[in-house]
């Protein structure tokens, strides 16, 4: 679990990926999101496809921030073939995080054999990048929630991803789902789609289990972190 206590605002950076992934995205939305992501220290800076991963390599050179592009989003319903040669561009175009969108449908159709080989195919693909796989918790019950964590830690995939961010969130109950059953193993979880009161949320998530916050309210989050504090949603700072 994360001890707040120890950790600066700036520490905090890292347990965010600031994402900007709207369709009207600009080259100049992506720019000054990647100085953004600077600025608060982010682990990541996500966007929406390979596309603009050159333009974030270039920003992010010389940083420790992740280039973060997705992979088969937002619907993950291409084939195992189509995602994998997109990791594979992502990952020569620069990109040094992917998160993967997984087929809810397949998973619903209990194909967990085709599931967990397009698993293993992606991390193959993604070589030396870190890798995350989105099993948008909105379409799932309980039980498919469980079922998808089983599949990517047993894939080797270093992230379970609550969603994509373009549909309904988790619920608290939803990622303790996910933390609970990833315990034990080394794939850790990212929480998306966080809903309104954004940082009261993104925080609860990370006390919750959750390790990475992926959002476009990075900025909004994190300035919060003082109020946060001030009335015991976070622990104060209390030195390292």
């Not at 998973?107 to 989105?134: H, N, S, V, W």
């Not at 059953?181 to 998306?192: A, D």
């Not at 309104?196 to 916050?213: K, S, V």
């Given at each position: 679990?994360?001890?707040?206590?120890?950790?600066?605002?700036?520490?905090?950076?890292?347990?965010f990926?600031?994402?900007?992934?709207?369709k009207?995205t600009?080259?100049?939305?992506?720019?000054?999101?990647?100085?953004?992501?600077?600025?608060?220290?982010?682990?990541?800076?996500?966007?929406?496809?390979?596309?603009?991963?050159?333009?974030?390599?270039?920003?992010l050179?010389?940083?420790?921030?992740?280039?973060?592009?997705?992979?088969?989003?937002?619907?993950?319903?291409?084939?195992?073939?189509?995602?994998?040669?997109?990791?594979?561009?992502?990952v020569?175009?620069?990109?040094?995080?992917?998160?993967?969108?997984?087929?809810?449908g397949?998973?619903?159709?209990?194909?967990?054999?085709?599931?967990?080989?397009?698993?293993?195919?992606?991390?193959?693909?993604?070589?030396?990048?870190?890798?995350?796989?989105?099993?948008?918790?909105?379409?799932?019950?309980?039980?498919?929630?469980?079922t998808?964590?089983?599949?990517v830690?047993?894939?080797?995939?270093?992230?379970?991803?609550s969603?994509?961010?373009q549909?309904?969130?988790?619920?608290?109950?939803?990622?303790?789902?996910?933390?609970?059953?990833?315990?034990?193993?080394?794939?850790?979880?990212?929480?998306?789609?966080?809903?309104?009161?954004?940082?009261?949320?993104?925080?609860?998530?990370?006390?919750?289990?959750?390790?990475?916050?992926?959002?476009?309210?990075?900025?909004?989050?994190?300035?919060?972190?003082?109020?946060?504090?001030?009335?015991?949603?976070?622990?104060?700072?209390e030195?390292?």
């Amino acid at each position: 679990m994360i001890d707040f206590s120890k950790m600066t605002k700036r520490d905090i950076g890292k347990l965010f990926d600031y994402a900007i992934l709207p369709k009207d995205t600009t080259e100049k939305d992506i720019r000054e999101g990647c100085r953004k992501a600077i600025e608060y220290n982010c682990k990541a800076f996500c966007f929406s496809s390979s596309y603009w991963t050159p333009i974030v390599a270039e920003e992010l050179k010389g940083t420790d921030i992740q280039v973060g592009a997705a992979i088969g989003f937002p619907f993950g319903q291409q084939s195992s073939a189509v995602k994998a040669f997109e990791t594979e561009e992502a990952v020569r175009l620069g990109a040094t995080v992917l998160d993967n969108c997984m087929n809810v449908g397949a998973l619903k159709d209990k194909k967990y054999d085709e599931i967990l080989r397009e698993f293993r195919e992606y991390k193959e693909a993604a070589g030396p990048a870190e890798t995350k796989m989105i099993i948008e918790v909105a379409f799932l019950t309980d039980e498919e929630i469980e079922t998808a964590c089983k599949l990517v830690a047993e894939a080797g995939i270093d992230w379970a991803k609550s969603s994509s961010g373009q549909y309904q969130g988790p619920s608290l109950e939803q990622v303790r789902i996910m933390v609970n059953t990833l315990k034990g193993t080394n794939t850790r979880v990212k929480v998306s789609g966080v809903k309104f009161p954004r940082p009261q949320n993104a925080y609860t998530f990370l006390m919750a289990g959750a390790e990475l916050i992926g959002s476009r309210a990075v900025p909004e989050i994190i300035d919060s972190l003082d109020l946060m504090r001030e009335i015991g949603i976070v622990p104060k700072y209390e030195g390292k």
